[in-house]
């Protein structure tokens, strides 16, 4: 679906270049090849990035043409994405925060440490670690949270 309202102008276009001015293969300078112009929405407004491409030009380097993009873009947003990491961040706080994690009992006593068969499961239903077998599979227990016996 194309997008219908105008993009908000950036209230800030901070200048990103690649820390390393040597290539990695050959030790050659990377030239500045182009100037991407990358918009993203953070929590401070509206940011477009001017990023500075760097590229080695020795035909003999194995590296040859290959993109080197400012390490501080990582920082601010993962690629292909219009909202920085702090959105992402604040949108999975807020999504997950009336999420409350179940309550799990831990195998505690003598059967747990040795790991006994008999040793209740860790995600036991009811929540407690003393319940026992059902006697039967139609008699309602919490016979699904002791592990099967093997051998």
Do not use: Q
Not at 29 to 34: C, E, F, G
Not at 40 to 56: A, F, K, Q
Not at 67 to 83: C, D, I, S
Not at 104 to 126: F, L, Q, V
């Amino acid at each position: 679906m194309p997008k219908t309202a105008r993009p908000s102008e950036p209230t800030r276009t901070p200048e990103l270049s690649p820390e390393r001015t040597a290539c990695a293969h050959g030790g050659a300078y990377l030239r500045a090849d182009r100037v991407n112009r990358r918009t993203l929405t953070t929590l401070d407004g509206v940011t477009r990035l001017n990023l500075t491409i760097r590229r080695c030009r020795h035909e003999s380097c194995a590296a040859v043409r290959r993109p080197y993009r400012p390490e501080a873009e990582g920082r601010l947003a993962l690629p292909h994405h219009e909202f920085g990491l702090d959105v992402i961040a604040l949108v999975g706080r807020l999504r997950y925060a009336n999420t409350a994690p179940s309550p799990r009992s831990a195998p505690t006593g003598s059967d747990a440490a040795t790991g006994s068969p008999n040793a209740p499961s860790p995600t036991c239903s009811t929540g407690t670690t003393s319940c026992s077998p059902s006697p039967s599979p139609t008699t309602p227990g919490c016979g699904p949270c002791w592990p099967t016996r093997r051998g």
